[in-house]
Structure formats: C-alpha cells, structure tokens
Nanobody, 115 residues
C-alpha cells in the first residue's frame, strides 16, 4: 500500500491548512489511520488517529483546533488545521495500519507556521 500526503505549506499564525492523504487502496481495509508529526529537532508525535469504527483520538495540543476527516470514496483522509501556531511547525506524516501490511507511512509534508 502507498500513501501520499499533500497540503503542507507556509502559513501565518492563526491561519488554516488542510492536509490530504490518499491511499492506493480502500481505506476501509485499514484498522487505524492517523496523522503524526515531527517538529524540528524533536521526536515524532501523534496528532490524530481514527479507527475503522470511527473513534477519533487527538493530541491534547491540537484538540479543538484540528479535525480529522475521511472520504472512503476517494480513499482519502484529511486533517483540517485551524488556529495554527508556530509550535505546529513540523513535517506531517499520514500512516495506516492493517493486518496484512502492518504500518505504512506516507512521505510527509512540511507545515511551517510563522509568528
């Protein structure tokens, strides 16, 4: 399975971006999908995940600002990011977990939030 993320860019603090991740096969085949990020000089961290049952989980730092969405018809997941802060600057990765393939990562997309 391949994942392709897009939508990153440069935005001012308080602005919004929408990240997209398209999978090479039906996303309903995945047990869990999610977004992770790696800020400059820091470890990877979870941003948001969703299970096949629709349960979502958000990092405390993004609750109320970021929203996870999915479109099964387009084999895509999205991350709507509002009220962006400089500390949201990171490379964002989408990931998918399935019984057949384990965990797969997309190549990442850079989000830069200027103050």
């Amino acid at each position: 399975v391949q994942l392709q993320a897009s939508g990153g860019g440069l935005v001012q603090a308080g602005g919004s971006l929408r990240l997209s991740c398209v999978a090479s096969r039906s996303i309903s085949s995945f047990t869990l999908m999610g977004w992770f990020r790696q800020p400059p000089g820091k470890q990877h961290e979870l941003v948001a995940t969703v299970t096949t049952g629709g349960s979502t989980n958000y990092a405390d730092s993004v609750k109320g600002r970021f929203t996870f969405a999915r479109d099964n018809n387009k084999n895509a997941i999205y991350l709507q990011m509002n009220s962006l802060r400089p500390e949201d600057t990171a490379v964002y990765y989408c990931a998918a977990l399935s019984k057949s393939d384990g965990i797969r990562w997309g190549p990442g997309t850079l989000v830069t939030v200027s103050s």
